[in-house]
């Protein structure tokens, strides 16, 4: 196989298998911890200069529009996906980005599936699914919907006994030791050259680095890399984003109401305020996170721009073309100003419309650049990295281009 060109990028051919994992929420942090507490006896081998590094993620700071980032390989200006939801300005409606329609780039997996390689992706939530596995040829179910999936939709029929475990609950931990079970299982039998796990936040919205309840997540997730590591597949980590606590002193929600704001100061029905982050599973963030987009006419953007700006708890209120500029995002696809939080302080739009009954622990998240630092692990040494500024999207790259042939 002759090296293979997706969106501007080369990728030599797949010589050992490739396990590419996506750890949803995963900060540094939780897996420094974890290591330091002995909780991750493989993972902590590999926090080492050489196979551990630091990145960037894309802002904002989202599931959906990282994981394509990294399969694409391209930042969203490029992929088209920025976030769950965005603003139809011709239709006039909210609508939400998880159709492959929206995307604007080809995936790395089916540029490696088109070539002939055997692909595979698991992916926890089924928001995801269709998204990533857009023109692959190959393997590709998420946990959810594992006991749905169809020889002809996901390339398999038997997800649930494959995987060996019962479907769980989209709010729980299992959810994505399914991802793992299934991709070890996979190797096993299958032996894909290709594979992409991406798992789900739920317990980073939960419990922060060095936490009983983080530790024993990653411990799971340590046996099943481990046990990939001896199958000799060649893995490469990321993270779609890190995750902060998002709270006052006193445990309450740090929340910045801005549609509430907003009318306040120009009437209501006036500006439109859109949360990206905005899914149909919210019951652990609320719906709140660190980026928003604003749409309001043109006569009324730099004065609320300058309000919004002067508030405290907001860190940037940035136009459509520099925010799009800064952090490399279709123009299309975002309002007229860019909101971005501190890194304890949630946006929201009114607050008649969260509902924040379902958190039952003190709120943590994301979406802003407070959580762009992620990490890039990798099980073999990386060469030629040290200096770059990395980001999550070079994950392919350095595991097919840069790590050397020994373990
Ligand atoms: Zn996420």
């Given at each position: 196989?002759?090296?293979?060109?997706?969106?501007?990028?080369?990728?030599?051919?797949?010589?050992?298998?490739?396990?590419?994992?996506?750890?949803?929420?995963?900060?540094?942090?939780?897996?420094?911890?974890?290591?330091?507490?002995?909780?991750?006896?493989?993972?902590?081998?590999?926090?080492?200069?050489?196979?551990?590094?630091?990145?960037?993620?894309?802002?904002?700071?989202?599931?959906?529009?990282?994981?394509?980032?990294?399969?694409?390989?391209?930042?969203?200006?490029?992929?088209?996906?920025?976030?769950?939801?965005?603003?139809?300005?011709?239709?006039?409606?909210?609508?939400?980005?998880?159709?492959?329609?929206?995307?604007?780039?080809?995936?790395?997996?089916?540029?490696?599936?088109?070539?002939?390689?055997?692909?595979?992706?698991?992916?926890?939530?089924?928001?995801?699914?269709?998204?990533?596995?857009?023109?692959?040829?190959?393997?590709?179910?998420?946990?959810?919907?594992?006991?749905?999936?169809?020889?002809?939709?996901?390339?398999?029929?038997?997800?649930?006994?494959?995987?060996?475990?019962?479907?769980?609950?989209?709010?729980?931990?299992?959810?994505?030791?399914?991802?793992?079970?299934?991709?070890?299982?996979?190797?096993?039998?299958?032996?894909?050259?290709?594979?992409?796990?991406?798992?789900?936040?739920?317990?980073?919205?939960?419990?922060?680095?060095?936490?009983?309840?983080?530790?024993?997540?990653?411990?799971?997730?340590?046996?099943?890399?481990?046990?990939?590591?001896?199958?000799?597949?060649?893995?490469?980590?990321?993270?779609?984003?890190?995750?902060?606590?998002?709270?006052?002193?006193?445990?309450?929600?740090?929340?910045?109401?801005?549609?509430?704001?907003?009318?306040?100061?120009?009437?209501?029905?006036?500006?439109?305020?859109?949360?990206?982050?905005?899914?149909?599973?919210?019951?652990?963030?609320?719906?709140?996170?660190?980026?928003?987009?604003?749409?309001?006419?043109?006569?009324?953007?730099?004065?609320?721009?300058?309000?919004?700006?002067?508030?405290?708890?907001?860190?940037?209120?940035?136009?459509?073309?520099?925010?799009?500029?800064?952090?490399?995002?279709?123009?299309?696809?975002?309002?007229?100003?860019?909101?971005?939080?501190?890194?304890?302080?949630?946006?929201?739009?009114?607050?008649?419309?969260?509902?924040?009954?379902?958190?039952?622990?003190?709120?943590?998240?994301?979406?802003?650049?407070?959580?762009?630092?992620?990490?890039?692990?990798?099980?073999?040494?990386?060469?030629?990295?040290?200096?770059?500024?990395?980001?999550?999207?070079?994950?392919?790259?350095?595991?097919?281009?840069?790590?050397?042939g020994e373990r």
């Open positions: 196989m002759s090296p293979i060109e997706v969106n501007g990028r080369r990728y030599r051919p797949i010589a050992a298998p490739l396990v590419a994992v996506c750890v949803d929420g995963c900060e540094y942090e939780y897996l420094v911890e974890a290591a330091e507490a002995g909780a991750t006896p493989f993972l902590a081998k590999l926090l080492a200069p050489g196979t551990a590094f630091i990145g960037d993620c894309v802002v904002p700071s989202f599931t959906n529009p990282n994981n394509l980032s990294i399969v694409t390989g391209v930042p969203p200006s490029v992929h088209g996906i920025c976030g769950n939801y965005f603003y139809d300005r011709e239709a006039g409606a909210e609508v939400m980005m998880n159709d492959p329609k929206y995307l604007r780039a080809g995936t790395i997996l089916a540029a490696f599936s088109e070539a002939g390689a055997k692909v595979a992706v698991v992916t926890a939530k089924e928001k995801l699914r269709k998204l990533l596995g857009h023109r692959m040829r190959g393997i590709c179910f998420s946990s959810e919907k594992a006991a749905e999936a169809t020889l002809g939709e996901n390339g398999i029929e038997d997800a649930v006994a494959l995987a060996g475990m019962p479907v769980p609950s989209v709010y729980s931990a299992e959810l994505s030791e399914f991802v793992f079970a299934a991709g070890v299982r996979l190797m096993e039998t299958r032996r894909p050259d290709l594979m992409y796990l991406s798992t789900t936040d739920y317990i980073q919205h939960k419990f922060a680095p060095g936490s009983a309840g983080a530790n024993a997540f990653y411990a799971m997730m340590d046996r099943y890399l481990a046990r990939l590591d001896a199958l000799g597949a060649v893995i490469a980590l990321t993270a779609d984003h890190g995750m902060n606590a998002k709270t006052r002193a006193d445990g309450s929600p740090n929340v910045i109401y801005l549609q509430d704001a907003i009318d306040g100061w120009i009437g209501r029905e006036r500006a439109r305020v859109i949360l990206p982050i905005t899914d149909p599973y919210v019951v652990h963030h609320g719906a709140l996170g660190s980026f928003a987009t604003v749409y309001l006419d043109p006569a009324e953007r730099d004065p609320v721009a300058r309000k919004l700006a002067a508030m405290e708890g907001i860190d940037l209120v940035l136009d459509n073309a520099t925010a799009c500029r800064r952090f490399e995002l279709p123009r299309d696809r975002m309002g007229d100003l860019v909101v971005v939080s501190a890194k304890h302080a949630v946006l929201g739009t009114s607050e008649a419309r969260h509902d924040l009954s379902g958190l039952d622990a003190p709120l943590r998240s994301h979406g802003g650049v407070s959580e762009q630092r992620v990490p890039l692990l990798f099980n073999r040494r990386a060469g030629g990295v040290e200096g770059l500024r990395l980001r999550n999207f070079d994950l392919f790259d350095i595991a097919l281009n840069r790590l050397e």
